[in-house]
């Protein structure tokens, strides 16, 4: 019979904890801060070793979640007086989990009565190993939605209007947008990396880091099928990152002249439009040219907008 | 009972009831810290001392320990093996270079969350989910973009390094790890990490790189002790081995009958960006696997100690420890 590993005996001590009648809170702070830990190295943190212990086991993923909700309502409540990292592997253990069902009520909570400490606070420790508690709880938030009352804080982030007490950054936004719960908002979604792609521009990968975004996405909802040509239209990705969609799509540049009332131009007064490969298919050309009219039309006058389709299609 | 390598008589003192307390737990991790706890030939009476003073009170001997660690080896400025009581395993006349096997998820795991709330553009994409940021540093580690991303890394490490300190870095000699770098590829990583008693079961996918600095990058440079780790995957070398030649990592996966054993050093965290590399050849992925249960493995490393020292002091000792395990 193959012997134990280390992980292995120390992954039965948590099922038998999680499967105890009362499982000790203690014993769940002890983990999460670095106590106790299957001994495999010095610098993985407690909340990932319980999250591998669990993961992929759906009945010890919401048996976890119920301790974890128990240990937030402490945390809330003050009868738990957490350190930073405790705190802070408590709320990743939240984003790992991923169980609005039961994290996200005790997660609203904690955000209504500021339980986390804000960045900089002159009282109590704020930040673990570098970084801010309130990053861990926009994590926890963002992973853990109920439901949509965030909606407004995660676009505001991704337009780079932080929070006043959550803070926060364009990737909060972004990560943000995608917990929410329901079928995703394609257009949101696509909004979302048409911010998260300026917010990049300047990044040395920028085309790598930007797939991985949209690879993110598509990861989060699995099966969902996307139409990110034409959302990158009608949200106005850069260039650059229409073109990381596929390298072989044919980018034209029309020239319309503008008019001056509400003309928003793309690239002074050239449009820039990047056709798929795909729209040889007359249906998928006609989508695109009424996916790009629409998108003038929230900008330009009718007029400009029928010119530029007409542009299109002659292009095309 | 020996603390320390030295015959105490009061075992009602703190330490010995702590080494005993140890002693005593059914887990092997906890009876291992209590064995070298009680052999260690390496920490002198001035930092017994020094230890037994700044030892916090907590629940259990295993929390005290991490405590030290945490707070006076690992996550300050001044880690205590810098101390002048510990000039007994400062190492005069160092191997010229030397090297060490940084893993590169558990560097942009703590990273990027500093990064992103420090507002650094080039690392604030990496996802707050763990598994999403193995699937972002396996992107940047593909051939066409390594080289950039672990010069960036690194970079960016000489100011994390300042925000964060992390101690120490434990140290090796790159020709005594040649013979893993002959294992099948999709063991390499592992077999590297293990020679040096670091087990990376559960770290299937993620990525290590060896690093190479020059001993004078690093000095001062020590012979390591079981104060400056509290890894069960540690053993001290025995009594009458030479500082210069370091500790002897515990290699946890021996039975594959390596030629050599890995001497071992320890330093003060080194800025990353000042280590040479090869970026095609020295990283590695990691498979994952298991590692052999802890009680096995430390039985092995005595038998090994068995083989190369045979002084009657050392050989005394390892039958001494032999003895405690069991």
């Not at chain 1, 009565?113 to 009282?123: A, H, S, Y």
């Not at chain 1, 390298?247 to 029309?254: D, E, F, V």
């Not at chain 2, 703190?14 to 307390?21: D, E, G, T, Y």
């Not at chain 2, 498979?287 to 009657?312: N, S, W």
Request: hydrophobic share 40%; glycine share 6%; proline share 7%.
């Amino acid at each position: 019979m193959a012997m134990m590993s280390s992980f292995d005996e120390w992954q039965a001590k948590v099922r038998d904890w999680l499967k105890s009648p009362n499982p000790e809170q203690s014993k769940l702070a002890d983990w999460l801060a670095g106590y106790d830990g299957p001994g495999i190295d010095r610098y993985t943190e407690g909340f990932t070793w319980l999250f591998k212990a669990v993961q992929g086991d759906d009945e010890e993923s919401v048996l976890l979640a119920k301790q974890a909700a128990i240990m937030l309502e402490s945390y809330r409540l003050g009868t738990l007086r957490p350190s930073a990292r405790l705190a802070s592997n408590l709320l990743y253990l939240c984003v790992e989990l991923r169980q609005s069902r039961l994290l996200g009520e005790p997660l609203a909570q904690m955000l209504k009565d500021k339980t986390v400490p804000p960045k900089g606070d002159p009282e109590r420790e704020w930040s673990y190993q570098g970084a801010s508690l309130m990053l861990a709880f926009r994590g926890a938030l963002a992973y853990n939605q109920a439901d949509a009352k965030l909606r407004q804080v995660w676009i505001d982030m991704l337009e780079g209007k932080p929070d006043p007490y959550l803070l926060g950054t364009p990737m909060d936004g972004y990560e943000g947008v995608l917990g929410l719960p329901g079928k995703p908002e394609h257009v949101l979604v696509a909004w979302a990396l048409s911010w998260m792609a300026r917010f990049i521009d300047k990044a040395p990968d920028r085309v790598g880091d930007f797939k991985r975004l949209i690879a993110m996405a598509e990861r989060r909802f699995p099966g969902e099928e996307w139409d990110w040509e034409i959302n990158a239209l009608r949200c106005a990705w850069p260039d650059w990152a229409r073109e990381s969609l596929d390298p072989t799509n044919l980018r034209l540049t029309i020239k319309i002249e503008l008019g001056s009332a509400g003309a928003a131009s793309r690239e002074g007064n050239l449009l820039v439009v990047t056709i798929p490969r795909k729209c040889q298919d007359p249906d998928r050309l006609n989508a695109i040219f009424t996916q790009v009219s629409d998108c003038l039309s929230e900008n330009v006058p009718s007029s400009v907008c029928q010119e530029a389709v007409k542009s299109i299609a002659q292009h095309a | 009972m020996r603390i320390f390598n030295r015959e105490i008589v009061d075992e009602s003192e703190p330490l010995p009831m702590l080494v005993n307390k140890l002693m005593a737990d059914p887990e092997a991790k906890n009876r291992a810290y209590g064995c070298n706890l009680q052999h260690d030939p390496r920490v002198s009476g001035e930092r017994e001392e020094h230890f037994l003073k700044v030892l916090s009170p907590a629940s259990t001997p295993a929390k005290r320990l991490e405590n030290f660690v945490n707070g006076y080896v690992q996550r300050t400025t001044a880690p205590d093996f810098l101390n002048a009581h510990n000039g007994e395993n400062l190492v005069d006349n160092p191997p010229d270079e030397l090297v060490t096997i940084q893993n590169i998820n558990g560097l942009v795991f703590f990273m990027s969350k500093w990064a992103r709330d420090a507002g650094i553009v080039g690392f604030a994409t990496y996802s707050l989910v763990f598994d999403e940021q193995k699937v972002a540093v396996h992107d940047k580690m593909q051939p066409a973009k390594r080289k950039a991303f672990l010069s960036e890394l690194f970079q960016w490490h000489v100011d994390y390094s300042k925000a964060v300190p992390y101690n120490p870095v434990w140290l090796g000699c790159a020709n005594e790890l040649i013979p893993c770098r002959s294992a099948p590829e999709v063991e390499r990583g592992r077999r590297l990490c293990e020679r040096v008693g670091v087990a990376t079961n559960k770290k299937d996918g993620e990525w290590v790189v060896t690093l190479t600095f020059a001993s004078n990058q690093l000095k001062p440079i020590y012979r390591p002790t079981c104060l400056d780790g509290a890894t069960e995957y540690h053993c001290p070398s025995p009594e009458g081995a030479k500082a210069h030649d370091g500790g002897i990592a515990v290699d946890l996966n021996a039975s594959d009958a390596m030629p050599l054993v890995a001497r071992e050093y320890i330093a003060k965290y080194p800025e990353l960006i000042a280590a040479s590399y090869d970026a095609d050849h020295d990283c590695f992925l990691l498979d994952g696997a298991p590692t052999r249960p802890l009680p096995e493995v430390r039985k092995d490393h005595l038998r090994r100690l068995m083989a190369i020292f045979k002084e009657p002091d050392a050989t005394a000792w390892i039958f001494r420890v032999e003895k405690s395990v069991h």
